[in-house]
């Protein structure tokens, strides 16, 4: 069983900054990519950030250069560090990794249960 929960997003003004969490917790051998996609009202879900176990980096566009991804390995966690926040990033934000369980099984996706995020003056 695997768990992945997130943390860190709340209220923020316009311009702000705020930063989320997520740890994966549970029976867990190796976990490859892990990303943050978010999800509007009305919109489809999309993804925000994804970083590989290389590493490799990929931003959504609108995010590039206000957002930055990370990772500990250690710790299994993957962090969104968002600065100059703007009212179209009010969303619900989802991590989700590719985890392995046990050695020679293959790998599956796992999603958190999402943070909201609002951006309002």
């Known amino acids: 069983q695997v768990q992945l929960v997130e943390s860190g997003g709340g209220l923020v003004q316009p311009g702000g900054s705020l930063r989320l969490s997520c740890a994966a917790s549970?029976?867990?051998?190796?976990?490859?990519?892990m990303a943050w996609y978010r999800q509007a009202p009305g919109k489809q879900r999309e993804l925000v950030a994804r970083?590989?176990?290389?590493?490799?980096?990929n931003y959504g566009e609108s995010v590039k250069g206000r957002f930055t991804i990370s990772r500990d390995n250690a710790k299994n966690t993957v962090d969104l560090a968002m600065s100059w926040l703007k009212p179209e990033d009010t969303a619900v934000y989802y991590c989700?990794?590719?985890?392995?369980?046990?050695?020679?099984?293959?790998?599956?996706?796992?999603w958190g249960q999402g943070t909201q995020v609002t951006v309002s003056s």
């Open positions: 989700t990794s590719i985890i392995v369980t046990t050695e020679g099984v293959p790998p599956s996706t796992y």
């Open positions: 549970g029976s867990i051998f190796r976990i490859y990519t």
């Open positions: 970083i590989t176990s290389d590493p490799i980096i």
